[in-house]
């Protein structure tokens, strides 16, 4: 089992950064893809970015590409989200997600991946 526990979501003004992190415990390891999903009221769970677990391969939706960075730190089984130029429409609960995965491909969709953590808000004002 791995517990996945976000970190860093706050208020913030449009223009401004926030950066999540997402520490993962329990039976961790590297060979692990990682993903950041946000889910806002009404609305379906989206795939914001993800990361192989090598961290050489990466992917984003569009609406956060150029914006949004994702990263990781093998060593402390840690994520990153770095979120520059941050809009209203960015604003929704944002989960961290996990895989086992030795293979370069990230999944885009919710049901590939097997764990979760609870999820951290963010809001952004006008």
């Known amino acids: 089992q791995v517990q996945l526990v976000e970190s860093g979501g706050g208020l913030v003004q449009a223009g401004d950064s926030l950066r999540l992190s997402c520490e993962a415990s329990?039976?961790?390891?590297?060979?692990?893809?990682r993903a950041w999903f946000r889910q806002a009221p009404g609305k379906e769970r989206e795939f914001v970015a993800g990361i192989n677990w090598s961290g050489h391969n990466t992917d984003y939706t569009d609406s956060v590409r150029g914006r949004f960075t994702i990263s990781r730190d093998n060593a402390k089984s840690t994520v990153y989200l770095q979120m520059n130029s941050l809009k209203p429409e960015d604003t929704a609960v944002y989960y961290c997600?996990?895989?086992?995965?030795?293979?370069?491909?990230?999944?885009?969709?919710?049901?590939?991946?097997?764990?979760w953590g609870q999820g951290t808000q963010v809001t952004v004002s006008s």
């Open positions: 997600a996990a895989y086992g995965s030795l293979y370069h491909v990230i999944s885009t969709h919710p049901l590939q991946y097997t764990y």
């Open positions: 329990g039976r961790t390891g590297s060979t692990y893809t």
